[in-house]
């Protein structure tokens, strides 16, 4: 399985970016899926997560800003990303855990400020 993630790209502080990832073949329900981001000289961080039974949890820094969803009948993770912040950038990846964890390649956010 293979995850293709894509939706970055430069935005204005304010603006919003949607993220999509989706999943190369059928993985049904996954135990969890998620959205992690890593800045220039900064650890990966958790943004946000969704479980299989539908609850979601987000870091504090994006909480009220941020909504992933998820698609699973077209395998595919949203990320919406609203009143973006310069502190926002970053390489955003997703992933999808069922058994194993299957990483995306990664999608560049800039927020200019």
């Known amino acids: 399985v293979q995850l293709q993630a894509s939706g970055g790209g430069l935005v204005q502080a304010g603006g919003s970016l949607r993220l999509s990832c989706t999943a190369s073949?059928?993985?049904?329900?996954?135990?969890?899926s998620g959205w992690y981001r890593q800045a220039p000289g900064k650890q990966r961080e958790l943004v946000a997560i969704i479980r299989a039974n539908g609850d979601t949890d987000y870091a504090d820094s994006v909480k009220g800003r941020f909504t992933i969803s998820r698609d699973i009948r077209k395998n595919t993770l949203y990320l919406q990303m609203n009143t973006l912040k310069p502190e926002d950038t970053a390489v955003y990846y997703c992933?999808?855990?069922?058994?194993?964890?299957?990483w995306g390649q990664g999608t560049q956010v800039t927020v200019s400020s």
């Open positions: 992933y999808v855990y069922k058994g194993v964890a299957y």
């Open positions: 073949s059928s993985i049904g329900r996954p135990n969890a």
